[in-house]
């Protein structure tokens, strides 16, 4: 089992920036691929980046890439993500995942959910 805390929401600016992370517990963390997914407003969730557990390997939705960056701490067990150059239509409650293995940027292929974190982007 694997519990997955997000924190780092909030409200920005248009072209601003917000770093989220997620603190993870329970069981060895570098054997984890985590990913970070979005939900906005009345639609599915979708896939914004992901990271193996080793840390060499990431992957970014094409609609972030260049503006978000994915990190992780496997001695401190947490996964970040630094947006910046921020939209409105990056507004979404942001999700914290975790699998098993290698990364997906399939929403069913991850075991273990953080509860979310609201980012709003104000034009």
């Known amino acids: 089992q694997v519990q997955l805390v997000e924190s780092g929401g909030g409200l920005v600016q248009t072209g601003g920036s917000l770093r989220l992370s997620c603190a993870a517990s329970?069981?060895?963390?570098?054997?984890?691929?985590l990913a970070w997914f979005r939900q906005r407003p009345g639609k599915v969730r979708e896939f914004v980046s992901a990271?193996?557990?080793?840390?060499?390997?990431?992957y970014y939705a094409a609609s972030v890439r260049g503006r978000f960056l994915i990190s992780r701490n496997n001695a401190k067990s947490t996964v970040d993500l630094q947006m910046n150059s921020l939209k409105p239509e990056d507004t979404a409650v942001y999700y914290c995942?975790?699998?098993?293995?290698?990364?997906?940027?399939?929403?069913?292929?991850?075991?273990?959910w953080g509860q979310g974190t609201q980012v709003t982007v104000s034009s």
């Open positions: 990271i193996n557990g080793g840390a060499d390997s990431t």
């Open positions: 329970g069981r060895t963390f570098v054997d984890y691929a």
């Open positions: 995942a975790a699998r098993s293995g290698s990364i997906s940027v399939t929403v069913s292929d991850y075991d273990y």
